[in-house]
Structures are given as C-alpha cells and as structure tokens.
C-alpha cells in the first residue's frame, strides 16, 4: 500500500509534461542540425575529392563548409527563435494587460475554460478563484496559451544548439575524407555518411514517435542521393579539366 509521503515523493521526481516537450524539441532539433552537417559537408568534400583535388583543397573546402554552415544554422535559428520569443513576450504583456484591466472577466473566462474541461460549474469556479489567488498570470497563460512566463525560449541557446550540432555532425565526413589513403577516401566517407545518417534516422524517429524503418530511409535515400550528384558532378569537372 502507498503512504501520502511515498506518493508526494513519487509526484516530486515525476517529470512535467511541457519541460519532457521541451527537452524532446531540444533533441529533434539537435538531431535535425547533426543530420545537416553531416550531408552538408559531406557532399562538398566528396564533390572536390572526386575532382582529384589535393588534401589542402579538401581541408580547406571542408573547413569552410563546416564553419559556415554552423554560422548559417546559428543564424537562422536565432531569427526564427527570436521571432518566436517575441510572439510569446507579446502573448504575456496582453494577458498582463486583460488581467489587469478587467479581473472579473478573466476570472470568469478561466471557469469556463475549466468548464469545457468536464469540470462542473462549481468546480470550475472554485478551481479558478484558487488558481487566480495563486498566479493569476501564470493560470491563464497555461489554460489560454499552454505556455509558461518562466519558459520563454532563448534564441542564443537555439543558436549555440544548432551550431553545435551542425559542427558535430559535419566533423564525421570530414574526418572520414582527410584520415584514410587517397584511393579509399571516397568509398569510406560514403560507408561513414551513411552509417551516420541512419543512426539520426532512428533517432529522430524514435524521439518523434514515427515509423523507424521509413524515416530512417528517408533520410539514408536523400543523403545517398546528395553524395551521389555531388561525386558525378565533381568528377565531370575533374576530368574534363575545369577543376
């Protein structure tokens, strides 16, 4: 049998619903931004090493595709996240502002809100006066707007994220073209990328709740194709004798 002090203990460990979210977004985003490095840099580096370029070329190439990419990925995630903190900034100030103006209102737009839950009207109101003496703020942003003043998404940590994992995930190709002999860099940066690829796959699948075997495929398919055109591209140039 459960003690009230072993089911207190058992609630206080249990994590909350929208930080378990929160955390999973984090994860997705940070396979997405690992799964782009690794194609991105990928298909430059075997683009030029199937031209017959010289190591320096390849460092070089790959460098500047792993630096820019990141820096393009931290910018574009800063933009968009703080579009998106904006939003939800402008969200809290106007519910500051209803609650502020007109709390009988609000208090009573709250019951219904808990109303429409199933609660009964009884329930509903005594619900929403205790929940409003609480954090009045903090009650309506959760019901109205499923979001938490306190929760406000930070567009440096999406930036610095996403650029992290772009940098991470392009490391493996190209280390996977500068290590090995120059007549096997190509075949085992393909094995390596691939490899790699399905690993984000079931990753991301497993983290998104989808079907394992088609995401994973999606993302192997799409990778392999890049690599693919990038190569036929990059030996068309080297042996024509542009590159």
């Known amino acids: 049998m ?4 072993d089911s207190s203990a ?4 249990e994590p909350h619903a ?3 979210a929160g955390r999973l977004n984090w994860l997705r985003a940070g396979v997405l931004g690992a799964n782009d490095g690794i194609v991105s840099v990928a298909a430059i580096v075997v683009g030029v090493a199937s031209a017959h370029a010289p190591t320096a070329a390849l ?7 792993l630096v820019g990419g990141a820096i393009s990925m931290a910018l574009g995630e800063y933009v968009s996240v703080s579009s998106q903190r904006d939003s939800q900034k402008a969200l809290i100030e106007k519910e500051r502002a209803e609650l502020h103006e007109d709390p009988a209102g609000e208090l009573d737009e709250l019951t219904g809100l808990y109303h429409d839950q199933g609660l009964s009207p009884q329930t509903a109101r005594q619900v929403a006066i205790e929940l409003t003496e609480n954090d009045a703020l903090k009650a309506h942003l959760a019901m109205e707007l499923n979001l938490d003043a306190d929760d406000v998404v930070s567009p440096w940590a999406a930036a610095g994220a996403s650029a992290l994992s ?4 392009g490391i493996l190709p190209l280390l996977a073209i500068l290590l090995p002999p120059d007549t096997v860099r190509v075949p085992i940066t393909f094995a390596v990328v691939l490899v790699a690829l399905a690993a984000t796959g079931v990753t991301g699948a497993v983290l998104g709740g989808s079907r394992v075997v088609r995401a994973t495929l999606r993302v192997v398919i799409g990778g392999a194709l890049a690599l693919v055109a990038t ?7 080297g042996t024509s004798g542009i590159a």
């Open 2 to 5: 459960t003690t009230g002090s």
């Open 10 to 13: 058992h609630l206080r460990v």
């Open 18 to 20: 929208g930080s378990l």
């Open 59 to 65: 460092v070089a190439a790959g460098s500047a595709a």
């Open 166 to 169: 772009f940098i991470v995930g």
């Open 231 to 237: 190569f036929v591209i990059g030996s068309l140039l």
